[in-house]
């Protein structure tokens, strides 16, 4: 299975896909994490690459669709997570067949809410939230035992142009997977194991009707 996870920043699409990567055995490619490991490279683009996240502005198409193919490519079942997120890359990987488009359908002010406790390990891989997604030892991430920290990008500013760019660029997407009839909104308000539940029933669907 082949599946997209769109939605706003902070709408949960890493902490399901943590979910669905065990459950299903989905590989997990976050657009996003790639960006991040490029960065950590310390390479001409790699330091490109941290500028425009840490503005909280989009990397160019072409460098991300190159490095999510690449990534996909040896891979049968896979998450989308954060890709695509313009109609450019959506239209880049027509040629992957992907099954089915999950939208995670969350309120801004919910999502306000989640920022300000969210944490990460220092891989980035795994996200925790101070209240609702605690770790079991405070402060340390349960799987690789590094220290968590917030991510640079989660600071007001950046936010609040991460979201703009949300509602100019991938909210089209919605739209374009709509007219494909893969779309599915799922209620995104709740705690991750209520939105985890709805994903697994549109999920457990599909696969009935395949
Ligand atoms: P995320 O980890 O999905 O929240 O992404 C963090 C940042 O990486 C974004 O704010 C962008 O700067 C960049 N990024 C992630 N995915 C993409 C993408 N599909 N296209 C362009 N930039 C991206």
Redesign the pocket.
């Known amino acids: 299975m082949k599946l997209i996870l769109l939605g706003p920043?902070?709408s949960g699409?890493?902490t399901i896909s943590e979910r669905l990567e065990k459950d299903y055995k989905l590989y997990h490619l976050?657009?996003?994490?790639?960006?991040?490991e490029e960065v950590a490279k310390s390479t001409t683009i790699g330091k490109d690459?941290k500028a425009?996240?840490?503005?909280?502005?989009?990397?160019?198409?072409s460098?991300?669709?190159q490095l999510?193919k690449l990534d996909a490519k040896s891979k049968p079942n896979y998450i989308l997570?954060?890709?695509?997120?313009?109609l450019t890359?959506a239209t880049e990987i027509e040629d992957l067949n992907i099954d089915i488009v999950l939208l995670l359908d969350v309120s801004e002010d919910i999502v306000l809410e989640r920022f300000a406790g969210r944490r990460v390990c220092q891989s980035?891989e795994h996200g925790y939230h101070l209240t609702h997604l605690p770790p079991k030892v405070t402060g340390i991430c349960d799987v690789d035992k590094t220290s968590l920290i917030q991510?640079k990008?989660d600071n007001p500013q950046?936010i609040k142009?991460?979201f703009q760019?949300y509602h100019k660029d991938?909210a089209l997407l919605i739209n374009y997977y709509q007219k494909k009839k893969l779309l599915h909104k799922i209620p995104a308000n709740g705690t991750p194991d209520e939105v985890y539940q709805n994903v697994k029933k549109i999920i457990n669907q599909l696969n009935k009707n395949k």
């Open positions: 920043p902070g699409k890493g976050s657009a996003g994490a790639l960006l991040r690459i425009y996240i840490e503005r909280g502005e989009l990397v160019p198409d460098f991300v669709v999510v997570d954060g890709f695509p997120r313009t890359q980035g991510r990008d950046v142009k991460r760019i991938t």
